[in-house]
């Protein structure tokens, strides 16, 4: 019996410990100065929005905050919970971001039993015209969801979303929005 135990605590010391490999490229820490990849926004609305120019000026706002960001070209995921994409993950790395920012627009009027934050708004409702929308559109149905996540890991830095506040029209609306959510991330960041 004896030898048998010997035998295992020889084996247990001279055997390599097993930690996955991506886990070493991970430092435990991140840089002050830590990289943003910003993935393209999501539109899970069927509001029309430019995503593209939502994520050129989420990155510039960021940029405008003091924050290392860089625009990606994968996209944020479309379901409701904001997670890496595969592509995310590997253009990240490639691009040697310590943070990944995926950003998602969305009607609550579409998903009226996701749960939802608290809400502040200010004014009341106030129906728009989008020029590439026929449809009256209220503006207050619009959430912009968004989590920040260290490159390799699965859990978010920040995780929330905030209420698109009504303005002239849509775009104005949403373009405002992304300037909220570059504070967000900012002020969060510098926590870190």
Partial sequence: MRARLFAFLIVLILAPVYVPAWQDEIPSQPKSDGKVCVAIVSNASTTSAFVERMTARLTKSL???KINALMMDSRTTTGRQLQ???ENGHEARDKECDYTLLTQIVDTR???FDPHGPEISIGGR???IDASDSRPVSRE????SFAVFRVGRFKPVL???LRAQPSGDVSDTLVQAMDRVANRVSHELRKK
């Fill in 84 to 86: 890496p994409t595969i």
């Fill in 110 to 112: 579409e998903h009226p």
């Fill in 63 to 65: 940029k405008e905050n």
């Fill in 159 to 161: 995780d929330t979303q």
């Fill in 141 to 144: 149905n619009l959430q912009v």
């Fill in 126 to 128: 106030v129906p728009s």
